[in-house]
């Protein structure tokens, strides 16, 4: 064959070969960059939305309630958006106490009369999620946590001294009212605290430390053993029988006994008798109380 003809195929395979693989890297490079879809993450009830803020770390929103609530006149509504915006301004982390009037500046309250600012500066002095500062003359949100727990670090550290001082755990919504982010810190803490639900009808969650040195090994054996019984809905006579059944006793105590309450008898009062003082009458007789006449003894 012409070596010509066998070069010139040679170099048609070169081509081909090249083309081929430059297509298959553009198709991969194509896969590759398309984003993946992330699992959706369960919302939780603790999660806070996210709101808009101003440079002064107030919620829009709450400063359009204390505008309605000016023009409505409403005392209780005013008040509640005040202190809404002390927590707003707390939770963005903006611990700086302010004034009355600060406070009204912020949210755009600079016209409210007189009266109305008296008697919101008094409510303020009293709540009990406002810090006064009376040597500055100005207030801060307090949540039910105190200022000693910004972070999740302080957290810890507070969980940490309920646990050694026996108080114990720490509500999820006092943990929500004291840092930004709390579902965050919390999960960060997860190798270091307890979250219980509470077994009540809110089925509130719980923060208890997780204190390492109470983590005893148990043997497999009574860890199945344990599970196996099942006391849920016997009452303390039917556990009493089984243990009875099977050859064990019940612990022996000293068993609270029912104090029965003493059933006098009541005694039947007698007919008080009313003596007429006007003996020298005839026509007059001597009555008991029930109306029956009473016979007097003659001399």
């Known amino acids: 064959m012409d070596p010509a003809l066998l070069k010139e195929r040679q170099d048609f395979k070169k081509r081909a070969l090249a083309a081929t693989e430059k297509k298959v890297a553009k198709a991969k490079v194509t896969v590759d960059s398309r984003p993946t879809q992330k699992p959706k993450k369960k919302k939780s009830k603790y999660q806070r939305p996210k709101p808009s803020h101003n440079a002064a770390g107030i919620n829009d929103s709450i400063k359009q309630a204390a505008v309605v609530a000016f023009n409505?006149?409403?005392p209780a509504r005013l008040f509640k958006a005040v202190v809404d915006t002390m927590k707003e301004r707390y939770l963005t982390k903006v611990y700086e106490p302010l004034s009355l009037?600060?406070?009204?500046?912020?949210?755009?309250?600079?016209?409210?009369?007189?009266?109305?600012r008296q008697w919101l500066y008094e409510e303020l002095q009293k709540n009990s999620k406002?810090?006064?500062y009376s040597e500055v003359d100005k207030f801060i949100f307090l949540p039910s946590l105190g200022h000693k727990v910004r972070n999740r670090h302080q957290l810890l550290?507070?969980?940490k001294d309920r646990e050694k001082e026996g108080i114990g755990g720490v509500r999820m919504t006092d943990v929500i009212e004291a840092l930004p982010n709390p579902e965050r810190a919390v999960k960060r803490l997860e190798d270091d605290i307890f979250r219980i639900p509470r077994g009540d009808r809110d089925k509130e969650?719980?923060?208890f430390y997780?204190?390492?040195?109470?983590?005893?090994?148990?043997?497999?054996?009574?860890?199945?053993?344990?599970?196996?019984?099942a006391v849920d809905g016997q009452s303390e006579g039917d556990i009493e029988k089984y243990l009875q059944n099977v050859g064990l006793s019940a612990m022996q105590?000293?068993?609270?006994?029912?104090?029965?309450?003493?059933?006098?008898?009541?005694?039947r009062k007698k007919a008080r008798l009313f003596k007429v003082h006007n003996t020298h009458l005839d026509i007059l007789k001597d009555y008991a109380e029930d109306g029956t006449q009473v016979t007097t003894p003659t001399d």
Request: net charge negative.
């Open 157 to 159: 550290n507070y969980l």
């Open 101 to 116: 009037d600060e406070i009204l500046f912020a949210i755009n309250l600079t016209e409210l009369k007189t009266d109305r």
């Open 210 to 229: 997780n204190n390492k040195e109470y983590e005893l090994p148990v043997d497999e054996i009574f860890i199945t053993q344990w599970r196996a019984v």
């Open 205 to 207: 969650d719980i923060l």
């Open 72 to 74: 409505s006149d409403n």
């Open 253 to 267: 105590g000293e068993s609270r006994k029912r104090k029965v309450p003493n059933q006098t008898k009541k005694s």
């Open 130 to 132: 406002i810090h006064y």
